[in-house]
C-alpha cells in the first residue's frame, strides 16, 4: 500500500500534515520512529482491535496517522492525537501485526 493520508488533496499536503501531526504527538512528550504505519492489529483488554489508516476507529473517527514509539504504538484521530486529548495507544506485547506502508520511507520525525 502506497503512502496516503485521508482527505489530503495532494502529496505536498499529505507531508505537511503528517509532519503536523508527529510534532503534536511528540509535544505530548513521546518520541516516535520515521516509519509510516498503515494498520495494526492488536488487543485491547482480551479483546481485538484493527486500526488502519483510512478507516474507521474504535471512537468512531477515522484514522489519519498510526505512529510506533520505543514503549508504544501511537494511534491518532482528529480528537486523540491531532487536534486535542492523546493519541490512542496500544502495547507492542498485546500487538499480533503491524503493516507498513511500502513507501514508508519519509523525514525523521522524532
Not at 513521546?30 to 488502519?52: K, L, P, Q, T
Request: proline share 5%; hydrophobic share 40%; with cysteine.
Amino acid at each position: 500500500m502506497n503512502y496516503f493520508l485521508p482527505f489530503a488533496t495532494s502529496a505536498l499536503q499529505a507531508e505537511r500534515i503528517h509532519r503536523r501531526i508527529a510534532d503534536r504527538v511528540t509535544s505530548l512528550g513521546y518520541a516516535i520512529s520515521s516509519e509510516r504505519i498503515y494498520e495494526i492489529n492488536y488487543r485491547d483488554m482480551g479483546m481485538a482491535v484493527h486500526e488502519a489508516v483510512g478507516a474507521i476507529s474504535a471512537n468512531g473517527e477515522t484514522v489519519l496517522a498510526i505512529f510506533k514509539g520505543p514503549a508504544n504504538y501511537f494511534i491518532c484521530t482528529y480528537s486523540r492525537g491531532v487536534v486535542w486529548g492523546e493519541p490512542m495507544l496500544a502495547c507492542p506485547t498485546s500487538t499480533d501485526s503491524v503493516e507498513c506502508f511500502d513507501d514508508e520511507a519519509g523525514p525523521d520525525v522524532g
